[in-house]
T-cell receptor, first 112, second 115 residues
Framework: DAMVIQNPRYQVTQFGKPVTLSCSQTLNHNVMYWYQQKSSQAPKLLFHYYDKDFNNEADTPDNFQSRRPNTSFCFLDIRSPGLGDAAMYLC???????????FGPGTRLLVL | AQTVTQSQPEMSVQEAETVTLSCTYDTSESDYYLFWYKQPPSRQMILVIRQEAYKQQNATENRFSVNFQKAAKSFSLKISDSQLGDAAMYFCAYRMTDNTDKLIFGTGTRLQVFP
């Protein structure tokens, strides 16, 4: 089945130690999104790609970076994780100008 | 700026009963999309139902239906014949029909289903 896959599902890192989360999709969608979701809160969009065009949200911290080497893969890099970055990170995809976003299962990040 | 408000942080329903989750939004746009997403505990967020603003007819998907009141900017979700598997966080979301490709989420309603 076509789907959005996120690895790992759980990630533990140390304060200040860089971490990379990955997302892949078999839907061949040209838009990919990264959301941060803290406990009992709504997902907050960090950035999204339309093909290789990167769109950063104005309030996304510089600590968060992203790479999209090809259509299928997208990475979220957190350069120096702080305790406040502990959250669920959701990847989603959609076709350009189509309405529905399809979400992956998320990666839960714990910062020690 | 567009906003989405879910005024019920938590709701509960008995199995086989009907429950309605509320959502209101604010926009100056005339054309847009509205969604309800379901997020079970520790599981994937999935689309429950969507509504195009230009359609007057309320969307329905099996036991899930919406009451879309465009003038009142209200978009409630009705779940009929509730099942234990309906227990989840439900998010209402808004998307403009321009080129932004972005969803604006409400804060969510946690639904508990009791046997």
């Amino acid at each position: 089945d076509a789907m959005v896959i996120q690895n790992p599902r759980y990630q533990v890192t140390q304060f200040g130690k860089p971490v990379t989360l990955s997302c892949s999709q078999t839907l061949n969608h040209n838009v990919m999104y990264w959301y941060q979701q803290k406990s009992s809160q709504a997902p907050k969009l960090l950035f999204h790609y339309y093909d290789k065009d990167f769109n950063n949200e104005a309030d996304t911290p510089d600590n968060f970076q992203s790479r999209r080497p090809n259509t299928s893969f997208c990475f979220l890099d957190i350069r120096s994780p702080g305790l406040g970055d502990a959250a669920m990170y959701l990847c989603a995809t959609s076709r350009r100008l189509e309405e529905t976003q399809y979400f992956g299962p998320g990666t839960r990040l714990l910062v020690l | 700026a567009q906003t989405v408000t879910q005024s019920q942080p938590e709701m509960s329903v008995q199995e086989a009963e009907t429950v309605t989750l509320s959502c209101t939004y604010d926009t100056s746009e005339s054309d847009y999309y509205l969604f309800w997403y379901k997020q079970p505990p520790s599981r994937q967020m999935i689309l429950v139902i969507r509504q195009e603003a230009y359609k007057q007819q309320n969307a329905t998907e099996n036991r899930f239906s919406v009451n879309f009141q465009k003038a009142a900017k209200s978009f409630s979700l009705k779940i009929s014949d509730s099942q234990l598997g309906d227990a989840a966080m439900y998010f209402c979301a808004y998307r403009m029909t321009d080129n932004t490709d972005k969803l604006i989420f409400g804060t969510g309603t946690r639904l508990q289903v009791f046997p």
